[in-house]
């Protein structure tokens, strides 16, 4: 018998929900544009709700999932990718289990390659407090950074103020450093090496806290494992890969209805966005 071949689901491309509370997914869109520029892609921010950081487990669970079910019924997307930490920390059993049809693809922080990294075997997890107490990154940390120390820092404002940089408001540099200081630890003869941006919008800022940071460490992204997450179960699913397609522009949803400044709004021309 020749070798079972995937399905193919003809000529259409893939139809992708990328979702965050806020713009942070920008951060991971852009990645999922770049393996597979020819995807249909939605932007969702649920700006009406954010910052999620502080929102109790059911409360962040029933959010999101009312957030979705609308834009689920209208886009049919293929994929969901939960580009936010906080969110896939409760909400991806959840939607696997309302949606068994549709690929969710999930943020999941970087603390393996972390601690497969750190030379000091000092590592922290810069997250928001919602993440950072969630069993779903004690675990992780329990599970692939045994023999590290991990210093899990929970931002409050970080997120607000990556918001407020793509928004073209200016940024305090002593606010941002009173943020990401205490995930700069030197003790017992072990100083932090390695950063693991456990927040979507963080990279956003990347530049900003190099600039303050107290010394220079690898500041750990997820968005490129999560684009190839999401490239290899589109594959899965019968969806060939077009590297070389134009990017496609797709709708940003705002769940507040309010339309984007001048500034934000040419961060997401830029990106491919347009209004819905
Ligand atoms: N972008 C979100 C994350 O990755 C969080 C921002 C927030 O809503 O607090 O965790």
């Known amino acids: 018998m020749p070798p079972a071949s995937p399905p193919r689901r003809g000529p259409r491309p893939p139809r992708v929900l990328v979702f965050d509370s806020g713009l942070g997914g ?11 520029p020819e995807a249909e892609r939605a932007y969702v921010a649920d700006d009406a709700v954010f910052p999620y950081g502080d929102l109790p487990e059911p409360a962040l669970v029933a959010r999101v999932l009312d957030v979705l079910a609308p834009l689920v019924d209208r886009i049919r997307p293929d994929a969901v990718v939960v580009a936010c930490n906080t969110a896939s920390t409760a909400v991806l059993p959840p939607l696997r289990a309302r949606w068994p049809e549709l690929a969710v693809v999930g943020t999941v922080p970087a603390v393996k390659p972390a601690a497969a990294a750190s030379a000091t075997r000092r590592i922290a997890v810069l997250a928001t407090p919602g993440t950072v107490a969630r069993d779903y990154t004690r675990d992780l940390v329990r599970a692939f950074a045994g023999d590290c120390a991990v210093d899990l820092v929970g931002a409050k404002r970080l997120a607000a103020l990556a918001e407020a940089a793509l928004r073209g408001e200016g940024l305090d540099d002593a606010e941002v450093l009173a943020e990401i200081a205490p995930a700069f630890v030197d003790r017992d003869g072990r100083r932090t090496d390695t950063v693991v941006l456990a927040c979507t919008h963080y990279p956003l800022l990347v530049d900003v806290f190099a600039r303050v940071a107290p010394w220079p460490v690898a500041y750990l992204d997820p968005a490129p494992a ?51």
Do not use: C, N, W
């Open 26 to 36: 920008l951060t991971v869109l852009g990645e999922v544009d770049r393996v597979r």
């Open 226 to 276: 999560i684009a190839r997450r999401l490239d290899a179960v589109l594959a899965e699913r019968g969806f060939a890969a077009a590297r070389d397609a134009p990017l496609r522009p797709g709708p940003v949803v705002f769940t507040s209805g309010r339309a984007p400044g001048p500034a934000l709004a040419r961060a997401l021309a830029a990106r491919g966005l347009v209004p819905a």
